[in-house]
């Protein structure tokens, strides 16, 4: 995939390996052009001015709307709500409909794999409201124990969830990463959430897509979640900005999030009256450059295509397990599915008597850049029993090249050490 040309971080940085996207992605041109062309030619406050350069703003903020609608096929733009990113998406979430929805002896369910932004908001739910806070295990293949590990590999067998065990007709709320940021998981969400939806059809169910958007094709209607976030940072966006969709209805039962500016339809010394959905749940002036760049970035996306790019992450991720098992398998121990199907393009690993950052260190001395620490997965790493791990992450701009300097950087990890 020949994209790197495209991303002047490159040009800074000739000799960069980049295998932290997981964290944040690199930024392409058209992106970084977008914002930059926002604050030089058209920097106004939206939906007020009555004048063009506001208008234009506006217009831009409104298209994208439909731009992110049409990218998760949600049925109506109207469901799109901007937010600084996937923790506030799911902190909305939390505090609004939370509340209203959770009280004692109810259930919140979650998975261990979960980063802190999809455990943390639901646990302290749990806690504030005295809801019984359950969480789903991982089984020795990574994958959520709910799911039978032998039959999700050999041909024609059925997945088999059996999550009877979990969610009952107390369950509230389910909430579930489609991606592991750290064992890099690919959950068969779809599945869970119909599952979920037979065993007690009322209960609400938060998608984390996180780790999922930039990678995949995500449609909302097909996998019949409630909720679903995403940050416009992790997919070649600016950081500071993301996304909560959620079915109208749902959306326009919830008490507003925060108060201020352009959430209101009038405010009078004894009441205010709040503004529809979405726009409800947008207060104060929003990251408007922010939300302009992730059209420039979904727009980048789709033009390469996702199939496109999960098939070169899929190729890259092969070719690093291979090359690591071949070069290194004495030393390293992997976090994470062996499936490709059931695998995202992270491969997380410790190494015998290493400490994480040490690897990372050395590695960044080869101006190879990975992520060493729990990666906001902290539940995970005390369930694998390990304080921390190392993770390396593709995305499109990555290359065979980029592998195989991984593969040369960590043998020279393991002879510093040897
Ligand atoms: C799976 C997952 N969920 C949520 C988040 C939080 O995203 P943000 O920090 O952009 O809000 C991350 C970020 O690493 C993530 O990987």
């Known amino acids: 995939m020949n994209v790197k040309k495209d991303f002047p971080i490159f040009e800074a940085h000739p000799e960069l390996i ?22 030089s030619t058209y920097s106004a406050n939206i939906h007020r001015g009555l004048y063009k350069i506001s208008e234009k703003a506006s217009a831009e903020y409104e298209e994208t709307r439909s731009v992110v609608a049409r990218f998760i096929n ?9 937010t600084h990113g996937t923790t506030e998406s799911i902190n909305l979430v939390a505090s609004t409909l939370g509340p209203e929805r959770v009280t004692e ?28 806070f359950k969480v789903i295990d991982i089984n020795d293949h990574f994958e959520l124990s709910v799911v039978e590990k032998s039959d999700r590999r050999g041909e024609g067998h059925q997945l088999v969830i059996d999550l009877k065990r979990v969610i009952t007709n107390k369950t509230k709320i ?46 909302v209607q097909d996998l019949e979640c409630d909720f679903l976030a995403f940050s416009g940072h992790k997919m070649l966006g600016p950081t500071g900005v993301g996304v909560l969709w ?32 979405p726009h409800k ?13 992730l059209k420039a ?23 690093a397990g291979r090359w690591l098992n071949d070069e290194l398998s004495d ?47 902290m539940p995970l790493h005390t369930q694998l029993d390990i304080p921390a791990s190392t993770r390396a992450s593709f995305y499109l701009y990555n290359s065979e090249e980029d592998v195989e300097k991984l593969v040369e950087g960590l043998k020279k990890v393991k002879k510093t050490f040897s």
């Not at 949600?74 to 901007?82: G, M």
């Not at 408007?288 to 760049?293: L, S, T």
Request: aromatic fraction near 8%.
């Open 174 to 219: 389910l909430a579930i990463t489609l991606v592991s940021n750290t064992l890099g998981t690919i959950n068969p969400v779809k599945e869970i959430i119909a599952e979920a939806k037979k065993i007690n059809p009322r209960i609400i169910t938060v998608v984390d897509a996180a780790q999922a958007a930039p990678h995949n094709v995500i449609d």
């Open 74 to 82: 949600a049925p109506s733009p109207d469901e799109v709500i901007f």
């Open 297 to 319: 970035a979904i727009t980048y996306l789709q033009q390469i295509g996702l199939d496109k790019i999960r098939n070169h992450e899929k190729e890259l991720t092969m070719y």
């Open 246 to 277: 959620g079915r109208k209805q749902l959306l326009d039962s919830m008490p507003p999030y925060q108060f201020g500016g352009d959430m209101i339809n009038e405010v009078s010394l004894e009441k205010t009256t709040y503004a529809k959905t």
């Open 331 to 377: 030393a390293i121990t992997f976090y994470g599915p062996r499936h490709i199907e059931f695998m995202a393009g992270i491969i997380t690993f410790t190494m015998k008597g290493i400490h994480p950052h040490d690897i990372a260190q050395i590695l960044d001395e080869q101006h190879i850049a990975v992520r060493a620490g729990h990666h906001c997965a």
């Open 281 to 293: 749940f947008e207060a104060g002036t929003p990251h408007i450059a922010g939300v302009i760049g």
């Open 105 to 132: 002896g109810d259930e919140i369910v979650t998975t261990v794999m979960e980063h802190h932004a999809n455990f943390v908001p639901w646990q302290q739910l749990a806690f504030n409201t005295g809801a019984d």
């Open 18 to 39: 980049y295998l932290d996207s997981g964290a944040t992605s690199l930024k392409p041109q058209p992106v970084i052009d977008a914002i930059v062309e926002y604050y």
